[in-house]
């Protein structure tokens, strides 16, 4: 039988599924895995290093259809930032349910939990990269070290908050994952609540007159 002479990433995203899930197992080898789908096994190394890289690809792959949709949508751009990231969150998940059967499989593949972990990594990054572009406001507080701080403590929170409803997704067993949906909003809605800067604002105002005021006095 001829080789294909042609192969694209998402060609091996949808191969390395489809045989993750007939089988409930990585291939042994690319090899084996080449063979299996008729192409040769150079062109795997054109995108992907290992199986590992190709995993983190799939995780991101769903990040960036997420993406696509929400730019797609004409009053995406209009939303505020806890508006556009609730609707990330449910056509995150949506995609995710629509794989779902591979999602359990690739985060449940290894006993050790932080193994299963790495296929996150690239989702991660592209994650953060997507909560940076929300322009999520924090208190200012003109020192460049800790407004950095802070906004690096805002995206691990938001990384550990997408993970943490990830494993609520997970173990959801309701119709439709309607738990999940619920779970969503009075989280995303929670956290934004908690950033609420008009207090937080007033609060270090307040504190920057009364130094003030106290050096004056002195």
């Known amino acids: 039988m001829a080789k294909k002479k042609i192969i694209t990433e998402e060609q091996l995203i ?4 489809d045989y993750a899930l007939e089988h409930n197992q ?3 080898t690319v090899y084996a895995f080449a063979k299996v789908n008729n192409f040769e096994e150079q062109k795997f190394y054109e995108f992907f ?10 995780f ?6 997420t993406l696509k949709v929400l730019v797609s949508s004409e009053n995406y751009d209009t939303f505020d930032a806890r508006t556009k990231l609730l609707s990330f969150y449910f056509t995150f998940f949506e995609n995710l349910t629509a794989n779902r059967s591979y999602v359990m499989f690739a985060l449940n593949q290894h006993q050790n939990k932080l193994k299963n972990l790495k296929c996150l990594t690239k989702l991660r990054q592209e994650f953060i990269n997507y909560i940076s ?9 003109q020192q460049e070290k800790i407004d950095k701080f802070q906004e690096r403590g805002l995206q691990e929170s938001a990384w550990l908050q997408l993970l943490v409803t990830l494993k609520f997704w997970m173990e959801d067993d309701s119709p439709g994952f309607e738990k999940t949906d619920i779970f969503i909003e009075k989280s995303i809605n929670t956290g934004f609540d908690f950033l ?3 207090p937080l604002k007033s609060l270090f105002d307040l504190g920057k007159f009364l130094f003030k005021e106290k050096v004056k006095m002195q």
Request: a negative charge.
């Open 26 to 28: 990585q291939p042994k």
């Open 49 to 58: 290093a290992s199986f590992q890289a190709l995993e983190a690809a799939i």
């Open 60 to 65: 991101k792959a769903f990040l960036d259809n």
């Open 14 to 17: 949808d191969f390395y599924m």
């Open 196 to 198: 609420d800067v008009a």
């Open 133 to 141: 572009t929300l322009d999520i406001e924090v208190v200012e507080t």
